[in-house]
């Protein structure tokens, strides 16, 4: 057995895996409200563009799980602990594919074995406790589908995504939302912030990378136990290969990113892009809350491009036509807009996908040239007034569900949108628009933001008020202005 030493993030101590592995578990057993509350402190950053994040009452979630890649089973546990929300039932989404369905085995409830129902998408149980908070513990069992899916592994590549239950999200009205149903298109997933600490055992040939940071890898009998621990992210994913080359780059002194490639080649190119759009975004925007990001390279035929929390996934079709130098830089924005500032992307999916879409006109800007990137925003621009011909009653907030097909989805949510900020930019000028897209990002981390947020950023950060989201929002494409008049 091995014992190696880590440096914990944020001490300067070198602590022992069996310290980790003792503090972990005792955070597991006691559910010290102590240890709870250490996870929930303040995150402050200190740099440049100072963001003081008072994390809210977010759960943390403990999960243990076993992979056996030659069932390619997972096997898992999650504890975590909530505050009561006094409803009747306690509400968790899985998002299994109809046809590689996952198991629940068993649920407790403050430390009682707990009624509940499973339909394959959500796992309902009864809450009876009056008690202020409720200790919830689900073991699971979930296949990994041998495909080139989200959820899958293809070409000697594991991409585990929404592979455990996650806390439903609760509406106004204190009503739990019913999942949304994956429709082959967008991204239909609700997710609530949450801290994780995940011990991932599993064959010890694979190199696994994940939305979280490194505390501890040891060996246990012929598996290896790592463990990793994150705060203020929507959901916790992994990528692990026995194939991958994995290097890192520390493009500033708080972050680390892993670039995962199954081959040396790409290396150069991958680092060039993603230096250039971490630091094109961290100057727009501001600095993440995260220390630990990685590049993650997927076979053929698999997902085009994903975001995941701290993880930029593409597959290498996008070598082809030099795609990565658009859809790379696309889900390194997701980073910002997604994960640390969080969207509904059911009803809202304009915000993240239209501004991932015009953040990648600024790393062209910014990496190469203005004309670049004015290039691109032409191509916005036509996309979105062919929807004036192709889809003349359809409007930007129509939700995921009633756009026809992929291409309206496009020209809508990703062209449309970006087109509108961009818009937005040239009549109020650079420099105010900076000023806005900064008080957007740093007044909203940890928050899920909607289009009041974006008035209300606009107007706090440069005193502005348009009709540009009500006309380019709300109305059919057919009444596209395309000037817009300022307040
Ligand atoms: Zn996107």
Redesign the pocket.
């Known amino acids: 057995m091995a014992v190696i030493f880590f440096i914990i993030p944020g001490s300067q101590s070198k602590i022992a895996l069996n310290q980790i592995t003792s503090m972990i578990n005792k955070i597991k057993v006691s559910w010290s409200p102590t240890v709870a509350r250490n996870d929930k402190d303040q995150t402050v950053i200190k740099n440049k563009d100072t963001i003081e994040v008072t994390a809210k009452d977010i759960p943390t979630y403990y999960i243990t799980a076993l992979l056996d890649d030659k069932s390619f089973q997972i096997n898992g546990q999650v504890n975590l602990t909530i505050n009561n929300p006094g409803t009747d039932t306690i509400v968790f989404y899985t998002y299994p594919y109809s046809w590689s369905s996952m198991n629940i085995k068993k649920v407790f409830l403050n430390d009682e074995i707990a009624n509940f129902a499973y339909d394959r998408r959500q796992l309902t149980i009864k809450n009876p406790y009056k008690k202020k908070e409720l200790s919830i513990q689900i073991e699971f069992q979930t296949p990994v589908p041998r495909r080139g899916t989200r959820f899958g592994y293809k070409d000697n590549v594991w991409l585990v995504t929404t592979w455990y239950p996650m806390l439903g999200v609760l509406d106004n009205n204190q009503n739990w939302v019913d999942r949304p149903d994956p429709i082959g298109m967008g991204d239909p997933y609700l997710f609530n912030f949450a801290n994780y600490v995940v011990e991932w055992t599993s064959s010890p040939s694979i190199k696994w990378l994940s939305s979280g940071t490194l505390l501890s890898e040891t060996m246990v009998g012929n598996e290896r136990k790592m463990t990793w621990k994150v705060d203020g992210v929507r959901n916790f994913a992994l990528a692990g290969s026995t194939k991958y080359k994995i290097k890192e780059i520390k493009p500033d002194e708080n972050t680390t990113i892993s670039i995962a490639l199954t081959s040396e080649e790409n290396f150069d190119r991958i680092r060039n892009i993603t230096n250039a759009a971490f630091s094109t975004y961290k100057a727009h925007y501001g600095q993440l809350p995260y220390s630990n990001l990685a590049i993650i390279e997927t076979g053929n035929d698999t997902n085009f491009a994903l975001?995941y929390p701290n993880l930029a996934v593409f597959s290498k079709d996008m070598y082809v036509d030099n795609k990565i130098e658009h859809w790379l830089p696309?889900?390194i924005g997701?980073i910002w807009w997604y994960n640390a500032v969080g969207i509904n992307e059911v009803k809202n999916g304009w915000i993240?996908?239209g501004l991932?879409e015009m953040g990648v006109v600024l790393y062209l800007e910014n990496r190469y040239s203005k004309s670049e990137g004015k290039q691109l925003r032409d191509t916005y621009r036509k996309r979105n007034q062919l929807l004036i011909n192709t889809s003349p009653y359809q409007t930007l907030d129509a939700g995921l569900y009633r756009y026809g097909n992929r291409q309206e989805l496009y020209d809508s949510w990703y062209a449309r949108s970006a087109d509108m900020f961009l818009t937005l930019r040239d009549e109020i000028g650079e420099k105010a628009f900076n000023h806005f897209l900064k008080t957007l990002y740093q007044t909203n981390v940890g928050e899920t933001i909607n289009e009041d947020s974006i008035a209300k950023a606009l107007k706090k950060s440069v005193s502005i008020e348009t009709d540009l989201f009500q006309n380019w929002i709300h109305d059919p494409y057919q009444l596209t202005r395309w000037d817009i008049k300022i307040n």
């Open positions: 975001e696309h889900e997701h993240d996908e991932a």
